[in-house]
């Protein structure tokens, strides 16, 4: 019964998490549909520019991103398996006092069923603290695109002063595209200039070890 609150306790979880993402990005549609025809004329006159990035392609060709992933990856799992041993060790402590409850006292039947449930509830707090909304997995993915995405966003608006665009979304977000010519995909532009920054980044960390070794 325990270890079933718990698996309903979990599923509460994802869909709490899943509802959230979905109003965001309900609401990302909204506020870009309102945009798209809330044009002043004299973008309308001229016509409306539009280019899009696909953050996916970006993420996948930045090797600092993907070992990161990995890392992270391999430590969730190694949270899974820690959840998953203790649900066993939660099953087993219950069918030992289930075989051995005839021969037990009321009082220290009582004891062990306070001990199963006080365990449970420590099952349940590891996987709000490794999985909840404001859980470690969430902190970490959320600690590791930050600092991309700011450098992209950057890289973006930079772009769109200089070709002059009116919109640029991303193509891997939850707004529906049914249909995206190439040459309106500002990725590789995008990567481009964000490998120059880590180059720039690079050289300036370098000499500065450099400089460090000199002194």
Do not use: H
Not at 12 to 20: A, G, P, W
Not at 124 to 137: S, T, V, Y
Not at 142 to 148: E, W
């Amino acid at each position: 019964m325990i270890i079933e609150n718990i698996s309903i306790y979990l599923s509460f979880i994802k869909n709490k998490l899943y509802s959230m993402v979905y109003n965001f990005n309900t609401l990302l549609k909204i506020l870009f549909l309102i945009l798209l025809f809330n044009c002043d004329n004299s973008i309308a006159q001229r016509g409306v520019r539009i280019g899009y990035i696909d953050m996916n392609i970006i993420l996948d060709n930045i090797k600092e991103y993907k070992k990161s992933v990995i890392s992270l990856d391999n430590r969730i799992l190694e949270w899974k398996k820690e959840i998953e041993f203790k649900k066993m060790q939660l099953s087993q402590f219950q069918n030992k006092l289930n075989s051995e409850r005839v021969l037990l006292t009321p009082e220290l039947i009582t004891d062990r069923e306070i001990e199963i449930k006080d365990y449970a509830n420590e099952i349940i707090a590891l996987q709000e603290k490794r999985f909840g909304p404001n859980g470690d997995m969430i902190k970490q993915r959320k600690k590791l695109i930050t600092p991309i995405q700011d450098q992209v966003l950057i890289i973006v608006q930079q772009i769109a002063k200089e070709k002059k665009y009116d919109f640029i979304f991303d193509r891997s977000s939850d707004i529906v595209m049914l249909y995206s010519a190439k040459n309106y995909d500002i990725s590789d532009l995008v990567l481009k200039r964000l490998k120059i920054n880590e180059k720039r980044k690079e050289k300036k960390e370098r000499l500065k070890a450099l400089k460090t070794k000199n002194k």
